[in-house]
């Protein structure tokens, strides 16, 4: 499979937020007010200023202790993104031929917002509340397609965050994760098949997040959308038939 992946090992990552932060910086994405909340974790969660978060989970391991998971969460890019098949308009969302990177547009401000958050099974995508846009990670496709790293993997000092083709990455994924296995024998790599971004966990993804691993299944158009989209056109035919009606008599 051609394109470009990121392979995040967070069994290398310390939770420095070096990722979070330089993805602010490179996409100009203002700060956001936090307040305490009980973690280490800040911001709360993703936002439409923040494209990528290192969220931290705190466990307590086999010998009692406690145990941090680090996550850097961000679109995963998924090959047959099931976001692509909510809006109406099929440029709304397009994908990058040379890298493979799922790139929402401007058109997108249009559509349901809800719709396409909630098809996403990493619940990624964010809306700005008064513009009604919609945004998320863009693979630094500016930088790629110019021959430099993504912001975060550049930035990365521990060598969590790699970045290249996509069979190359699933190599080093596979390799990885057989070198850690003795050591932590639950590790597993999440995503091979199915999207761009591969994590190796040294357990299981719940105790990183809820939305560490999912299946990801093309959507197709479910009833709710299906009768918005037949509904949209027909309260169109509805106004050009009253302003025929109205001109007639």
Known sequence: MSGKAFFIDTTLCTGCRGCQIA?????QLPATKT???????????LSFYTYKLVRFSESIG???????????????????????????DPN?????????????????????????????PYDIPRTE????????????????????????VKTCPTGAMNFGDRDKMVSMAKERLAEVKS????????????????????????KYHEYAFAPVKPRGIDRKTALKRIARPLKELSKEWQMLHKLAS
């Not at 307040?35 to 969660?45: I, L, T």
């Not at 709304?92 to 996403?120: F, H, M, P, W």
């Open 183 to 206: 050591k932590f024998p639950k590790a597993t790599v999440t995503g091979l098949d199915d999207v761009r971004v591969f994590y190796l966990l040294a357990d299981e993804p719940a």
């Open 62 to 88: 086999s010998d009692g202790k406690p145990v941090w998971y680090f996550f850097p969460d961000q679109c995963r890019h998924c090959v047959e993104p099931p976001c692509k098949e909510m809006p109406e």
């Open 92 to 120: 709304a969302i397009i994908i990058d031929q040379l890298t493979g990177a799922v790139l929402y547009t401007d058109k997108l401000k249009n559509e349901s917002s809800e719709d396409v958050r909630d098809s996403c």
């Open 129 to 152: 509340p008064r513009t009604g846009y919609i945004a998320k990670c863009t693979m630094c496709v500016d930088r790629v397609q110019n021959g430099l790293l993504p912001a975060c």
């Open 35 to 45: 307040e305490n909340w009980g973690s280490f974790q800040n911001p709360k969660d």
């Open 23 to 27: 993805c602010k910086q490179w996409n």
